[in-house]
């Protein structure tokens, strides 16, 4: 487009805030999701620091108190959830050869709710008396208008409503997408592992968000009304309903990062993924019918669930993570590897996220989960699957898809870089917890005695809190540098699989000029094959 008919800048910013391009919509969802984990980030510092030596040195317990309820709420509800939701939003239209997102005004009113959730929710850092305090799960009786009057909690409970409420709609946008508006030749059993991840996250979505956003309608009107939740098993009902969420939202919270990990090793291995048919009845059959049927693991303690059945359903998770494990481990056996930043962040990605696997296996045994229960035991095991894990697979994805995304590459000597600082600072951060929770200090708490002996490790933990924060900031500066001062990276730098390399860097508006002939899970591999022969 010509200067002279070019847009005025005040038109082209509106336009690109209402836009209905799921790629602008991913964009800004991407961006809001950064701008929500470097608030969480600041959280969890401060947290460190206050947990570094015994004593109160930094923050009050209150304060304290509000920092955990605000750093968990917002990893969760809007930063590694809408993370995911926007890499699907964006990647699947063009991996199933489609112009646009099913429903695109669903999924910008979806955007613009998780928007202003998120914002109502970090308002009540404004309000008289601060955040809610009930932790990320707002539990009741906690969050009853007796223990938390002011109106922060009612912030809370509206933000996670609306936030979630965003999200769900998003993703079943993407679900129609991936199911309904898929060029021809490609069925389902040619859609790439990506776009199986999604569907998989889509399909728990589904089920699970509407209970979170009913669960928080009645805490909303328990709190000012009556007592849904009062009594002895008032607060059982609140975990039974919140879990029937909060287990299959770990799923959601990973699962489309494993499927940028195997896009990630097919690409850099010269190889397809190895087990594909295995791989997708792992993703979208035994883990997302799994993930329904194992909430009650959370309330072995309770004595209200069936210990024994919760117990073998949150083992024979293991079956599924087994088979994607395999896969993806032999799609580099033998493969023509290239070292790219990309695939070494695929590589720790495996390692992080497989101690937090087996310290699952842990928590998942009621006779060792009675130990455990309360302890850091449980916040290590979490952080090392939500965040060492899910942390290292949205870098790989993020890395190996941002030439597509902007035209540019970013620097492969400042991700390593990075990816050096956040190994070596999520080691050193969440390891010592699980000796800290075995020697028992347990979670939720400002301060400890000096006489404990945890001052070393808790030193060690806020140290490597502060390893994690420049490797952000490393990746910060790259995306500076490599956006003001381009390497243009062409339409496949790669060598990539599937069909989103088959396209321009960025796409156009509508993503495609012509598609090649879909004849398998990796068209692009097939076309380079038949040139080649």
């Known amino acids: 487009m010509s200067a002279a008919i070019a847009p005025p800048p005040r038109a082209a910013l509106i336009d690109s805030f209402i836009s209905l391009d799921h790629k602008a919509i991913a964009r800004r969802l991407l961006v809001f999701s950064l701008l929500f984990f470097l608030a969480g980030g600041v959280m969890a510092l401060l947290m460190r620091t206050e947990l570094a030596e015994p004593g109160l040195q930094v923050v009050s317990t209150e304060t304290y108190n509000a920092l955990f309820t605000m750093h968990g709420s917002t990893m969760i509800y809007l930063v590694i959830t809408p993370l995911s939701l926007a890499l699907g939003l964006y990647m699947v239209p063009l991996q199933v050869g489609s112009s646009r997102v099913a429903a695109p005004r669903v999924a910008l009113c979806g955007l613009w709710l998780f928007v202003l959730g998120g914002i109502v929710m970090e308002s009540g850092w404004l309000t008289v008396g601060g955040p809610g305090r009930a932790t990320w799960i707002g539990v009741a009786p906690l969050s009853e208008l007796q223990h938390t009057p002011g109106a922060g909690q009612d912030f809370w409970i509206i933000g996670v409503l609306l936030a979630t409420l965003g999200e769900w709609l998003i993703g079943m946008c993407i679900l129609a997408t991936a199911l309904g508006r898929r060029t021809p030749g490609m069925t389902l059993m040619r859609m790439p592992p990506f776009t199986w991840t999604m569907v998989g996250t889509t399909l728990m979505m589904i089920f699970a968000f509407p ?126 590897i290239r070292f790219t930043v990309p695939l070494l962040f695929g590589v ?68 390593r870089v990075q990816l050096a600082l956040l190994f070596v600072g999520t080691n050193m951060t969440f390891a010592p917890m699980f000796a800290l929770g075995e020697d028992g200090m347990t979670r939720r708490i400002a301060n400890y005695s000096a006489a404990s002996g945890w001052e070393t490790l808790n030193t060690i933990a806020t140290i490597g809190s502060y390893l994690i924060a420049l490797g952000v900031l490393v990746f910060l500066i790259n995306l500076y540098v490599s956006l003001r001062r381009r390497r243009v990276a062409g339409a496949d730098p790669w060598g990539g699989p599937s069909l989103e390399w088959a396209t321009s860097s960025p796409p156009p508006p509508t993503n495609f000029e012509a598609l090649p002939p879909v004849r398998s899970f990796a068209p692009l591999m097939d076309a380079r094959a038949e040139v080649t022969r």
């Open 211 to 336: 209970v979170l956003i009913v669960l928080m309608g009645l805490l909303f009107y328990d709190r000012r009304n009556c007592c849904l939740f009062d009594g002895p098993q008032g607060p059982l009902n609140y975990q039974e309903l919140f879990w029937f969420y909060g287990h299959p939202v770990v799923y959601v919270m990973f699962f489309p990062f494993v499927g940028a990990v195997a896009e990630v090793f097919s690409a850099f291995s010269g190889r397809r993924l190895f087990g594909y048919a295995f791989f997708v009845a792992s993703t979208a059959l035994l883990f997302a019918a799994l993930s329904s049927s194992v909430w009650g693991h959370h309330m072995f303690t309770t004595g209200r669930i069936d210990v024994k059945y919760f117990a073998v359903t949150s083992h024979a998770i293991i079956l599924a993570a087994g088979l994607e494990y395999f896969d993806l481990i032999g799609t580099l056996w033998r493969g023509r």
């Open 348 to 415: 720790v990605f495996l390692f992080q996220f497989l101690v937090g696997g087996l310290s699952g296996v842990w928590v998942a045994a009621p006779t060792l989960d009675f130990n455990a229960n309360n302890s850091y035991v449980i916040v290590a095991h979490f952080h090392y699957t939500l965040f060492a894990g899910s942390l290292f697979g949205a870098f790989a994805a993020i890395f190996y898809w941002f030439p597509k995304w902007t035209g540019a590459l970013l620097r492969e000597g400042l991700g």
